[in-house]
């Protein structure tokens, strides 16, 4: 007759249908905010059972309690393999986890923006189909977006656990008959008390002869000096005056456990952007300590106890009857009896080593999952919004798409704002060059940290070559922009410094502006012996303003060459001083002054004075004319 399960305190079911695989012995590894384990030793029938239809399929126990009911385990066979004969039937091993055990064979690097922990660990487990379930309802936390959050060449079970941890959540896991789901929580009093065990009895083994009823066989308490006092520092640029006075500090303390001394932990960066998030961050940071502070640690055969329920002990060997513990940890070892004749079926044993803690100690979970570190600087392109050349915001930030993105879509999108670190830096005043989409840029990451990058320099690459020919060009040095938007001109200030040949060029593509508080001074072929030259080709207007006086040297020869009409104005005195002569020409008429006399030619000369008119001379004057000479007045006196 084919063994059935039928009437046993345990059975397994399966994939494979009912019997089809025979319960024989289980241990199981369950604890907070970690994930479950239990390892079947299973017996069949059939000892040629095909690893393809056990392997991924859902696997569950079913263990009668003895105050009435079940306990359910349930979960996915992550491995299965035939472990030989054993007796008349063939043995096998399954190994089975919840679904979360899935995340670990998936890794990935991709950029989540504006979401909370708790919904980036929803959204990521979705990815795993419906037998990923959830429930988020024992969150009490209020949990802000994280503007800016890497999964970084992480699977996604250690991003997620991860999450978690910093967050100061944790998770359990609840069981069905053919499902378990995953509980998040953040406080100790979202926890309920075990059906059945609100009183179980502590029975050391020597006392406990003839007892029928589940108990504990040995209960030890343990306690450990542990921090009662965290403080947390950060910087937020966008409040940086209030950052650097210490205005983003954040702490937390709690009363150290058994009478002990206030310990200090003090961090930086607590990686928040206020001062409320840091105080959260402090307080679950240090109740993940002090929840290390007492540990009990004990053996039952009480077969209803799991990880994140309460129960009370009676005769509590601390003598704190009543006293309700939360369980952290449940090691489970079953084993039934055989299935041949005249072995008995009723002769299941069971045991369980566990750790638990007060109730009253709020419990975090331990860090086990480290943040991923980027060893050394990145590269990465500028993006932003389709139809500009420039992205970009009141802080001279810009978005990237970096390589390893494959889920960014090389928009304003890709990522948050990254600063640029520019030459100086002062208030109102530095070096200031924004990198434009489609460059190229170094990336570092402020300790490390993918969630924190900072664009560092610009490189050049095959779609971004240099703007002269290299190495032909390879003595030039040059600061050259681009008109934009859609301009093919540029500004540039080049150095050229090949020997014999150096030159500095400027060039404006449009106006060209030089204001000069004090004196402006210009030299041209002074130092050498080489004749230097200055051009300057203005195509429109100029406008000279000179605050106080101007002077003007010129070594040889001054032409100035005006096309059109010349005006100077002179609000007090002209002087204009030759050591020759000085000669004002208009077609054949003429002044010409020299040291010793004034001679004027012209066609015509014509002399008038609106009032008086006066010619005299300390010697001699003589006056002549080719033809008829006119002298007139009202009155003519000649003496």
């Keep these: 007759m084919r063994p059935i399960q039928a009437h046993r305190q345990i059975a397994v079911t399966s994939a494979l249908g009912p019997d089809a695989l025979l319960f024989r012995s289980m241990t199981t590894d369950e604890r907070l905010g970690r994930l479950p384990v239990f390892r079947i030793q299973l017996l069949s029938t059939d000892s040629a059972i095909a690893i393809a239809d056990v392997l991924g399929k859902p696997m569950g126990v079913e263990m009668e309690l003895t105050g009435g009911g079940s306990r359910h385990f349930h979960g996915i066979v992550t491995r299965f393999g035939a472990l030989g004969a054993s007796g008349d039937l063939a043995a096998y091993e399954a190994v089975v986890h919840p679904w979360l055990w899935l995340l670990k064979k998936r890794a990935d690097s991709r950029i989540f923006q504006d979401k909370s922990v708790p919904d980036i660990v929803k959204e990521v487990c979705a990815q795993y189909g419906g037998a990923a379930s959830l429930d988020l309802h024992c969150l009490t936390g209020d949990y802000a977006a994280l503007p800016y959050c890497v999964q970084y060449r992480e699977t996604d079970f250690d991003f997620v656990c991860r999450l978690l941890e910093d967050a100061g959540i944790y998770f359990h896991f609840t069981y069905t008959a053919d499902s378990h789901t995953m509980v998040l929580c953040d406080a100790s009093n979202t926890h309920a008390p075990i059906d059945g065990y609100d009183s179980l009895k502590f029975a050391p083994e020597r006392n406990r002869t003839g007892l029928r009823e589940e108990s504990v066989t040995q209960w030890s308490a343990s306690g450990e000096i542990q921090s009662s006092q965290c403080v947390l520092n950060d910087f937020n640029y966008e409040k940086a005056g209030a950052s650097i006075s210490g205005g983003l500090q954040a702490s937390a303390q709690i009363e150290a456990g058994f009478g002990q001394a206030d310990y200090q932990v003090y961090d930086y960066p607590g990686r928040y952007a206020e001062a409320r998030e840091g105080d959260v961050l402090a307080k679950a940071r240090l109740q993940r300590l002090h929840g290390q502070t007492e540990e009990i640690a004990a053996t039952t055969d009480a077969r209803g106890l799991y990880p994140g329920g309460l129960f009370a002990l009676d005769h509590d060997p601390g003598g704190a009857d009543g006293r309700r513990y939360l369980v952290t940890a449940a090691r489970y070892h079953i084993s039934d009896g055989g299935y041949g004749s005249g072995e008995d079926a009723e002769a299941l044993e069971v045991s369980c080593s566990l750790s638990a803690i007060g109730h009253d100690f709020p419990y975090r979970p331990t860090a086990t999952v480290a943040r991923p570190i980027v060893h050394g600087p990145q590269t990465a392109i500028v993006v932003g919004k389709a139809g500009e050349e420039i992205w970009t915001d009141k802080y001279g930030r810009v978005k990237l798409q970096f390589h390893w993105d494959r889920l960014?879509?090389?928009?304003?999108?890709?990522?948050?704002?990254v600063r640029v670190a520019q030459g100086w830096a002062g208030k109102g005043w530095g070096a200031m060059a924004v990198p434009r989409i489609g460059m190229e840029v170094v990336v570092s990451f402020l300790e490390g940290d993918p969630d924190r990058p900072?664009?560092?320099?610009?490189?050049?690459?095959?779609?971004?070559?240099?703007?002269?020919e290299l190495p032909g060009e390879q003595t030039k040095s040059t600061v050259k922009s681009q008109s934009s938007k859609g301009g093919a001109g540029f500004n540039e200030l080049r150095f050229e410094d090949k020997k014999d040949k150096e030159e500095i060029f400027m060039h404006a593509e449009r106006d060209f502006l030089r204001v000069v508080k004090n004196n402006d001074a210009l030299k041209v072929g002074f130092e050498t012996a080489d004749k230097g030259n200055q051009t300057i080709d203005i195509k429109n207007d100029q406008t000279l303003k000179v605050g106080h006086d101007q002077f003007e040297t010129v070594d040889n020869n001054q032409s100035v060459d005006?096309?059109?009409?010349?005006?100077?104005?002179?609000?007090?005195?002209?002087?204009?001083?030759a050591g020759t002569s000085i000669e004002l020409k208009?077609?054949?008429?003429?002044?010409?002054i020299e040291a010793a006399k004034i001679t004027i030619k012209a066609p015509e000369i014509e002399v008038a004075a609106d009032a008086n008119a006066k010619v005299s001379a300390g010697a001699m004057m003589d006056i002549k004319a080719g033809g008829v000479m006119t002298i007139g007045g009202a009155l003519v006196q000649i003496n």
């Design 586 to 592: 208009v077609g054949g008429s003429s002044i010409k």
């Design 562 to 577: 005006i096309k059109g009409k010349q005006d100077v104005k002179v609000g007090t005195t002209i002087v204009i001083e």
């Design 454 to 468: 900072l664009v560092t320099g610009c490189v050049y690459n095959s779609d971004a070559m240099p703007p002269y």
């Design 408 to 417: 960014g879509k090389d928009d304003e999108n890709s990522s948050c704002w």
